[in-house]
């Protein structure tokens, strides 16, 4: 469960961290859809750029994004792989059977590889530097318009708070009990598929239960504080838009014209 | 089975960026077939040493030895089911680890997962159920049909029906009323009187004055005192840095000597206060 950096916020100061999650959060969305515009060498060489900058920015050790790549290191590796080898091509380098090998799919093989690297790079910074419950304030101002098609915002974001609230309780909970059943004798990970499986039995159950403990307790404490419904209620949070978010879009809109720029070139 | 602990680090997330130093070059001799007390403040690594004696958790370095075993660092997890069904743990709120349909099942399922055949278990779990201070008529319930005293006793009992040599005791008492309280500790005592070594993690000053036999202080990972409870208590540097402090009767005691009062040794039990006011007024 420690490994998984993708996800974690750290706390820090920085520029990055000052800016509006809202604006964070939309942007690394558009960054992870421009990656896609990107086509030869010199664009994607700039967005490179453009993200080891923003790192840079973020004042973070770049272990961390090193790290965050881990996880899916052999997905990366098995989609760099098929592209080496099934890129069709009129002059192989290497040819068998249905295996080809060539410059192009090496080329291609290569954007695959820094798509991967920039897209994992960009939203590591942005979960890195942004706590849950502004990624949660964000996706409740984000999703604000679908009041008016009768779509539950508030409860949804109320919702969403809560589970990204108790994800690191229930890993807590998760572990206690793992230890407290390996103590019990029981050995996780061993044996065939089916003994497996059984014996996530003794954790699957004790956790369900204490999760129903915990959002009884949580409702009646809730309700005992004066929540009635979503509807109706003060902000505490207030998110606050200000130059800084206006230059990060105006950033953001140079970087893609430099890039559609680049594109054609 | 003496439990030493040589130079034993333990580092959270070793080698990456968020590493955080959960024990700092602790040694230490856990005495066979004693009853001893660890005491130190929330986070000071309490339950990270005693997660070490049955390899849950492995030392970054130094090594354990717990009998004839020994934990490194490079300890692997396979053939750890003979230490772990000699070292029972009974974790903090050990309710939430109950998960079978029946009270006799749960209680099972630890010595089953240790090789007994179902007739020992069955055994072990009417005479286990007995001894933590139920009825035989539970075992036929759901666990999760008990009250939360009664559940920490059904835990305790499953835990110990492995019949562990060691017994480790995570604030056992947390959240249990006065009197249930007093049950499990006699309990506790008991069982090591009859040739258990009990280990009990505790915040409760006046337990570790009452029952045990000797005492260990952790403070930020490091081990900073150990030695029967009486020479702890009685060490001034300690009190004054506020990392212990007293039993009831003891900080008692103190208020006594400043009205006159001479004690050499500070009493730490009721008894031994009640003992040494006696003598004190008998012999003036």
């Known amino acids: 469960m420690d490994k998984i950096i993708l996800g974690r916020y750290l706390p820090g100061d920085s520029i990055i961290y000052r800016l509006d999650p809202r604006g964070k959060f939309l942007l690394t969305f558009y960054f992870v859809g421009i990656v896609f515009l990107a086509n030869n060498v010199a664009s994607y060489a700039f967005l490179l750029a453009f993200v080891l900058f923003a790192v840079y920015l973020s004042k973070i050790n770049f272990g961390f994004f090193i790290k965050g790549l881990r996880p899916i290191f052999w997905l990366i590796l098995f989609t760099v792989a098929l592209q080496l080898f099934f890129t069709p091509s009129n002059h192989p380098l290497w040819h068998w059977g249905i295996l080809t090998f060539s410059k192009e799919g090496m080329v291609i093989a290569g954007y695959i590889f820094i798509r991967f690297v920039l897209i994992i790079f960009i939203s590591t910074l942005l979960t890195l530097t942004t706590t849950p419950i502004e990624i949660s304030d964000s996706i409740e101002s984000i999703l604000k318009p679908l009041k008016k098609i009768n779509f539950p915002v508030t409860q949804v974001a109320l919702m969403l708070s809560i589970a990204l609230r108790f994800v690191p309780l229930l890993v807590d909970e998760t572990t206690k009990i793992m230890d407290a059943q390996r103590a019990r004798g029981v050995d996780f990970g061993e044996g065939v598929l089916i003994k497996r499986i059984k014996s996530f039995v003794p954790i699957l159950i004790p956790l369900f239960v204490s999760s129903f403990s915990i959002a009884y307790d949580l409702a009646i404490a809730m309700e005992s504080r004066g929540y009635k419904d979503g509807e109706g209620r003060s902000k505490y949070r207030v998110l606050s838009w200000d130059k800084r978010d206006n230059l990060m879009v105006l950033f953001m809109a140079v970087v893609t014209i430099i890039l559609l720029f680049l594109r054609s070139y | ?284």
């Open chain 2, 1 to 284: 089975m003496e439990i030493t602990f040589e130079h034993v680090t333990h580092s959270y997330e070793a080698n990456s960026p968020t590493a955080s130093l959960g024990l700092d070059d602790v040694s230490l001799t856990i005495k066979d077939k004693l009853f001893t007390a660890i005491v130190g403040q929330t986070g000071s690594g309490k339950s990270t040493l005693v997660r070490h004696i049955n390899a849950l958790l492995k030392p970054t370095s130094g090594k354990v030895i717990v009998g004839k075993r020994v934990i490194t660092s490079e300890t692997n997890n396979k053939n750890l089911k003979p230490l772990r069904k000699q070292v029972g743990m009974v974790f903090q709120f050990p309710e939430s680890q109950l998960f079978e349909d029946t009270v006799e099942k749960d209680i099972m399922f630890g010595p089953m997962n240790f090789g007994a055949t179902e007739e020992e278990a069955r055994k072990a779990a009417h005479t286990m159920i007995k001894l933590v201070g139920l009825d035989e008529s539970l075992l036929s319930k759901s666990p999760f049909d008990l009250s939360g005293g009664q559940m920490r006793r059904v835990a305790i009992a499953g835990v110990l029906a492995s019949d562990p040599e060691t017994v480790i005791l995570d604030e056992p008492t947390a959240g249990l009323d006065p009197v249930g309280r007093l049950e499990i500790m006699n309990l506790f005592k008991d069982l090591q009187e009859k040739g258990k070594t009990i280990i009990l993690i505790t915040h409760n000053m006046d337990d570790v004055a009452d029952y045990a036999d000797e005492m260990a202080v952790i403070h930020s990972g490091k081990l900073i005192a150990q030695g029967p409870p009486k020479e702890v208590f009685n060490n001034q540097e300690l009190l004054q840095d506020d990392v212990l402090t007293l039993p009831h009767s003891a900080s008692f005691a103190k208020e006594l000597q400043q009205k006159g009062f001479h004690f050499d040794k500070l009493p730490i039990t009721i008894n031994e206060l009640g003992t040494e006011i006696k003598q004190q007024l008998n012999g003036d």
